[in-house]
């Protein structure tokens, strides 16, 4: 809220037309409304216009969902961290505590709500269950198994996560411009 906030801002005092391209609430459908009443009052005095996606659900890797500090250096890199027990330790905290200005996927939407939307031909079986059932599959606590499940086939698996509530969809202000 308070970047989209500082933007509305920005264009107010200089003048000039703003658009919010893929605007959404990743986990936290309790800001829709209030982001959207916020939009409507600032288009009284700002040119703006919006895009978000027209589903439900965003897809990537498996790998989106570690920290920032774990994704550094690219995947020979976040394959020797995941490969280090204390390393992988650390990421299953930061995973579930998260860290200051960090978009959590895993945390906002929940391992429950992560689904294996596509793997490698030896993980078949994992394609529509989510992090949480493969990790009470193979045992443990799930940030531990998500990152073994990384460590052993991170590059194979890619995942969709909840970015709208259906109602967040429907509500299309007249100022709204879809992606299609």
Known sequence: MSAVTEMVEVARKSGAPLHL??????????????????????????????????????STLLSALLPPWAQEGGADKILGRLGDVQTRQRMATDM???????????????????????????????????????????GGRRCDRFSGILQVWWAQMGFLEPIHTRGCLERQPEFWVATR
């Open 21 to 58: 391209s893929h605007l959404k609430v990743v986990g936290n459908a309790h800001l829709a409304e209030p982001l959207l009443e916020l939009l409507d009052r600032a288009r009284r005095e700002v040119d703006i216009t919006f895009d978000q996606y027209p589903y439900g659900a965003g």
């Open 96 to 138: 579930v505590h998260g860290l200051p200005g960090w978009e959590n996927l895993y945390a906002a939407c929940g391992p429950e709500k992560i689904y294996i939307a596509g793997a490698g031909s030896s993980r078949q079986e994992d394609i529509g269950q989510s992090i949480a059932e493969i990790a009470e599959r193979l």
